[in-house]
């Protein structure tokens, strides 16, 4: 059983910081790619960032030069470290990651639970 746990999200004044957290847990034999969305209400869920198991990055052009997407292999855990946060990026933020587990010859896509963060004016 594999799942992703993200922590970090809240309530922030616009020109804030907030880091989100997502560890990756369970039967895991390899992990590839693994990214952050978000999903504000009445809106589709969107990429913001992404990161490749090789360390390259790519992100969503309202995010880039304010937020940071990092990884730590050994701790099966992304991160996202978003400065300079604007209203607009109120949203529920999502984890995803591409794993395959111990004992199976595919990869699959797994999302977390979400996040909320909420940016005030």
């Known amino acids: 059983q594999v799942q992703l746990v993200e922590s970090g999200g809240g309530l922030v004044q616009a020109g804030g910081s907030l880091r989100l957290s997502c560890a990756a847990s369970?039967?895991?034999?390899?992990?590839?790619?693994m990214g952050w969305y978000r999903q504000a209400p009445g809106k589709q869920r969107e990429l913001v960032a992404r990161?490749?198991?090789?360390?390259?990055?790519n992100y969503a052009d309202s995010v880039k030069g304010r937020f940071t997407i990092s990884r730590d292999n050994a701790k099966n855990t992304v991160y996202l470290q978003m400065n300079s946060l604007k209203p607009e990026d109120t949203a529920v933020y999502y984890c995803?990651?591409?794993?395959?587990?111990?004992?199976?010859?595919?990869?699959?896509?797994?999302w977390g639970q979400g996040t909320q963060v909420a940016v005030s004016s």
């Open positions: 995803n990651a591409d794993i395959r587990a111990v004992a199976s010859p595919f990869t699959y896509s797994y």
């Open positions: 369970g039967s895991i034999f390899s992990i590839n790619g």
């Open positions: 990161i490749s198991g090789g360390g390259s990055t």
